[in-house]
């Protein structure tokens, strides 16, 4: 257990509306990471961040934004939602020797109407 | 441009058999592979590794074989147990840099009593 909790677990919500998903550990880890879990997608990175303030941009950012002000919290906001945004996203964060190994939080269901 | 792909999206095999999961990677820049094993309404669970300094690793049932020539990877998991039926991603990432995961579209491995 990674100590990674994601609220909410689920959340519906109408096209155009700000939405903010939030990832939270318990355990210090440095790197953070957000992906999106769609059919015949497998999971694709959106952003991921190495520290406080210092994020990146992933595969698929287009239409989402992040933030990371405390090591133990890491934000996802959709500036206005589609329902093309409708998904499961997934929080993880980076451990092992190496840091290649990544643990992932429960997930949050959005679905966007 | 799927760099990481997991061409059978579905997989059935009898319990007490040999299940073998299979994938293929095109970035030659790669160096380090997961498998990730998921449940239903949960987050992924990281199963097992391996660097490309190594063509096999082994823990318990789970077995990777990597084999960087053909630019292809396979988990082995001995005897398949009822407990096993999952969704079931490689993943793939560059040692070097930020440890960015790519994910290939999942296999539904199914075990059948």
């Known amino acids: 257990d990674a100590g990674i909790t994601q609220s909410p677990r689920h959340k519906v919500t109408e096209t155009g509306t700000p939405v903010t998903l939030r990832c939270h550990q318990t355990?210090?880890?440095?790197?953070m990471y957000w992906y999106r879990q769609d059919p015949g997608h497998g999971l694709r990175l959106i952003h991921y961040?190495?520290?406080?303030?210092?994020?990146d941009k992933g595969e698929v950012s287009d239409g989402y934004s992040v933030s990371r002000s405390k090591t133990e919290d890491f934000l996802l906001t959709l500036e206005s939602a589609t329902s093309s945004q409708t998904s499961v996203y997934f929080c993880?964060?980076?451990?092992?020797?190496?840091?290649?190994?990544?643990?992932f939080g429960p997930g949050t269901r959005l679905t966007v109407l | 441009d799927q760099q990481v792909k997991q061409n059978s999206p579905s997989l059935s095999v009898q319990e007490g058999r040999i299940s073998i999961l299979n994938c293929d990677y095109t970035n030659s820049m790669f160096d380090y592979f997961l498998w990730y094993k998921k449940y239903p309404a949960e987050g992924p669970t990281f199963l097992i590794s391996?660097?490309?300094?190594?063509d096999k690793n082994e823990d318990g049932r789970f077995t990777v074989f990597l084999n960087k020539s053909a630019k292809h990877l396979s988990l082995h998991i001995v005897p398949s147990q009822p407990g096993d039926s999952a969704v079931y991603f490689c993943?793939?990432?560059?040692?070097?840099?930020?440890?960015?995961?790519?994910f290939g579209q999942g296999t539904r491995l199914t075990i059948n009593p």
């Open positions: 993943a793939a990432s560059a040692i070097q840099g930020a440890q960015k995961l790519v």
């Open positions: 993880a964060i980076s451990a092992g020797p190496l840091y290649n190994e990544q643990f």
């Open positions: 391996i660097s490309s300094i190594k």
């Open positions: 355990e210090n880890h440095r790197y």
């Open positions: 961040s190495y520290g406080v303030k210092d994020t």
